[in-house]
Each structure stands twice: as C-alpha cells, then as structure tokens.
C-alpha cells in the first residue's frame, strides 16, 4: 500500500520525521539511519512547507554524508564511547576530571610525611570509590574475558575522573557540543541554526577526528580545503571569513579549556569587491509604497507589511521578525515600533516612528512577522525580491536595497544623523560619533520628546512618499522583466 507521505517522511504522532538509510559504504556500528524532525505536522502532509522542510532535510542528510565521507572511522565510535560515558558520570553526580587532583589525609601526621608513610587516598582510590562497578571491569579484564559496550563505558568514565588527557570531549565533533551548550546556541532558531550549518559545512569537509597531536595539522588542512571547496562556487571571501569564524572559535576555546596547544590559524582569505549596492530611485520607492498599499491577499498583505516597516527602518526581514507584541505600538499617539533583542551590533537599538500605512501595518504586521518566522532567510530574500520586481520591474533590486535606499534618503534630506543611526540602527563609526554617544542618545530619544523629534526626522526622510501615499497617487506598476 502507498505511503499518504512523500518519499522518506514518516509520522510518529502528530509529527512528521525524514528518515533515509545512509549508503551502505557508510554504515557504522551504531549508525544506519539518519533521522531529521520536519516540524510539520502530519495534517500537513500536502502543503508547499512541508515541501520546503523535504528539500532542507535532504541537504542536511548530503551534508551528513559528506562528513562520513571523509571522516576517520574511529571517530565515530570514540564520540559514542565519549558521549555515554560523560553521561553516565553526569548521573553519578560526577564531573570529568573530579579526582585528578585530591586533598590529602587528615590523618596524616607530619612525622608520616616525612617518612614518606602517607595514609594519602590517591586520585584511583576515589574513582574507584565513586564508581563501583569497576570492580567488575577489572576481574573482567584480569581473566581475559570480553569486554562489552557498558563495560567500555564504566572503563572510560573512569579514566576521564583521573586523566586529564581523557578529561577533554575526545572528537573534534564533540567540541564542538560542547561548545554549543556553554554559549547556548539553539539550531531551533534562526540564528541557531546558521550557527550549527556552518559547523556542519566545515566538518564535512575536514572531516570528523580523534584529538591527538596531529589534530592541528588536520583543522588545518580542513580550513584550506574548505575555502578552496567554497571559492571554486564563487563565494565571496568575507562571506567565507564569517562562515568559518564560528568553528575556529569553538576549537580555539576548546584549545584555551584544556590546555590543548593547538595554535589555529586562518587561512589568508581575500576581500572581494562589494557589488555595487542598488537604491531605488524615487518613482521606484513610490511604486513599492503603492504596491504594497494595494495587497488584499493575505500572505501578498503580511509580505506587503514587512516591506513596508523595511522601507521605514532600513531593516532586514530578520529584524522585523524579532517585533515582540509589547514593542508594537501602532495605535498609540506616535504610531512607533521598537526592534529590541539580539542584533549583529550592539550599537543598533531600533526606535522606528510609522509614517506610511500605519492602518495597513495594524492590519497585517503580525502576520507579516508570522511569516517571517515560519520561513528562512532564502525564501524572504526571493518573495521580498519579487515583490520590488513586480512593483518596479527592476530585477537589480533586493530586500538589502531597502537599507540603502533609507540611507540615501536620511543624506538627501539633511535629517538629523543621531535620529536617522536611532532609526536606522546604523553603527556610530559610520555616522562619526561614538558608540557610547549612540546608545546614550538612543536612551534619550526613547522618551517621549525624543520620539516627536524622531518622529519629525523620519517624516522628514520620506516626504516624498507619504506625499504619494496621503494623496492616493497611483504610480503605474511597470511590467515585471523577465
């Protein structure tokens, strides 16, 4: 009987799985299957998201591959040991080298010391107290009988009280969990996410491996491969550059923890020409304002509504998505928005006053930042690409062009530059003043004169377009070019 699922997506409960067998060649001992959670659920089955979740899982199973590939063998099997063992030292109670350094005797006296006749417990002493099992590990191994997988586990937990050299996580892959947890980084989010992606990239290039004095040598050669690997599509080095920062990042704290000796260097990557940044000239600006004062439907609406705060802040869709309900206050006296959370600067509180289609952001910003957060950065760039084309019939135009079109028109305008860097989230070098000023004047600017004058700069910045939407003009839409 046919599955009601597409290939590989299996249900268990309410909630759809992609499950694929990896390539015979790459079987391991413990693993067969790759199993990735959809997010969807099964009442879902036919919709053009779960579509979009098939092809996501089917480039995270290739990336898995890929990292089977050219990884050592041994890893895998070192990281399950290594990983069950932490474990189980996690349900005794007990840390990774607990007992490598212990305290001496009380009931040592002096004159013992100095006969050398110490009652001193050594550090194999309290490990073996700790964990008792061991006991029947070492007859084990003593009569020469086989030892098995928990056996292994009992033995490795042990040695990781008491060696420092097994107290580290014992795969470059385990590092790098490590790492994720103490800096909390959550591939359920979007930022998350990235983070794991570019992990998963590296590692399948340079492959996964046993820490051992050689490991240097093989980040290395990894780190060159993949900037070769990656150039040869034609990305741009600076995007490189950011790509591999986070795993250098995770393995030089791994090196500074555990006193590893590894000195990581990056490779020497080139800084590309930047494209040249498109803004829209000002017929283009008036026609995507009516554009998106003309959606009824309600995902061209919610799109629409992102468009709309983008062209007002100079903001990225990722920033819209971040709107708490709290920080939206379109009914108020000055209709103003507040993009608060993480931001890739600390130099960027948004305080946004709404000049333009405060009553249409009303009716359809939640669920512009809905789809925001039901989608990924792909797939807003493309929709927000295409709605400026259609508007437009400029194919040069990105949602990126929406930033630069409101710096453009801060500087034609002659609007004040610490109000415009409080709307813009513009870094405080950029506009020649200090970041300290920036956020001090941003503070300031919050309060409620701070948001008329803010107010007064942004009306100040798009006159030409409220002048365009208050009066109703209709800018042709040109026909979109193919």
């Known amino acids: 009987m046919a599955s009601r699922y597409p290939k590989y997506v299996r249900s268990h409960g309410q909630l759809l799985y992609y499950q694929r067998d990896y390539p015979t060649r790459l079987w391991m001992a413990s693993q067969k299957t790759w199993t990735y959670p959809l997010g969807v659920s099964s009442t879902d089955a036919a919709s053009a998201l779960l579509t979009r979740k098939i092809s996501e899982a089917t480039s995270l199973f290739e990336l898995a591959c890929k990292r089977l590939e050219n990884s050592d063998p041994n890893a895998y099997s070192a990281s399950e040991l290594d990983a069950a063992a932490a474990a189980f030292l996690r349900r005794k109670g007990l840390a990774p080298g607990e007992f490598i350094r212990v305290p001496l005797d009380p009931e040592t006296t002096r004159e013992e010391k100095q006969?050398?006749?110490?009652?001193?417990?050594?550090?194999?002493?309290?490990?073996?107290?700790?964990?008792?099992?061991?006991?029947?590990?070492?007859d084990k191994n003593h009569e020469g009988g086989q030892l098995t997988f928990n056996d292994k586990v009992v033995l490795h937990a042990y040695r990781k009280l008491i060696d420092k050299s097994k107290q580290a996580p014992q795969t470059?892959?385990?590092?790098?969990?490590?790492?994720?947890?103490?800096?909390?980084?959550?591939p359920k989010t979007r930022v998350g996410k990235r983070q794991q992606i570019w992990w998963d990239k590296f590692i399948s290039v340079a492959g996964d491996a046993i820490i051992s004095p050689e490991t240097t040598g093989h980040i290395h050669d990894g780190l060159d491969r993949y900037v070769e690997e990656r150039r040869s599509l034609g990305i741009k080095g600076?995007?490189?550059?950011?790509?591999?920062?986070?795993?250098?990042?995770?393995?030089?704290?791994?090196?500074?923890?555990?006193?590893?000796?590894?000195?990581?260097?990056?490779?020497?990557?080139?800084?590309?020409?930047?494209?040249?940044?498109?803004?829209?000239?000002h017929h283009e600006q008036k026609a995507v304002v009516q554009y998106c004062l003309s959606r009824t439907k309600r995902e061209e609406a919610a799109i629409a509504a992102v468009a709309l705060l983008m062209i007002q802040c100079g903001g990225m869709a990722s920033e819209v998505g971040r709107l708490e309900t709290d920080k939206i206050a379109l009914g108020a006296k000055i209709p103003h928005v507040v993009i608060a959370g993480k931001t890739k600067t600390k130099d960027r509180p948004r305080i946004v006053p709404i000049v333009i289609g405060v009553e249409f952001l009303q009716e359809h910003l939640d669920n512009g930042i809905k789809w925001i957060n039901g989608y990924s950065d792909s797939t807003h760039s493309t929709r927000l690409k295409s709605l400026a084309l259609k508007a437009t019939g400029n194919p040069k135009l990105t949602a990126h062009c929406f930033r630069h079109t409101f710096r453009a028109n801060a500087f034609a305008n002659s609007a004040d530059l610490s109000a415009a860097a409080t709307i813009g989230g513009w870094s405080g070098r950029q506009i020649g003043m200090s970041g300290v000023m920036l956020r001090y004047g941003s503070e300031g600017l919050s309060k409620s004169d701070g948001l008329k004058a803010l107010q007064r700069?942004?009306?100040?910045?798009?006159?030409?377009?409220?002048?365009?939407?208050?009066?109703?003009?209709?800018?042709?839409?040109?026909?979109?070019?193919?």
């Not at 995770?250 to 590893?260: C, D, W």
């Open 172 to 186: 470059l892959t385990l590092l790098w969990k490590e790492y994720a947890k103490d800096k909390g980084i959550d």
């Open 238 to 281: 600076q995007s490189i550059k950011r790509e591999i920062s986070q795993p250098v990042a995770a393995l030089r704290k791994a090196s500074r923890k555990y006193r590893l000796g590894w000195r990581i260097e990056t490779p020497d990557i080139s800084h590309d020409a930047v494209d040249v940044r498109e803004v829209l000239e």
């Open 115 to 138: 006969r050398g006749r110490q009652l001193q417990a050594y550090p194999e002493d309290y490990a073996l107290a700790a964990i008792p099992e061991m006991d029947d590990v070492i």
């Open 457 to 482: 700069e942004s009306k100040k910045i798009h006159r030409h377009l409220m002048r365009s939407a208050e009066m109703g003009v209709v800018v042709p839409f040109p026909k979109a070019k193919a």
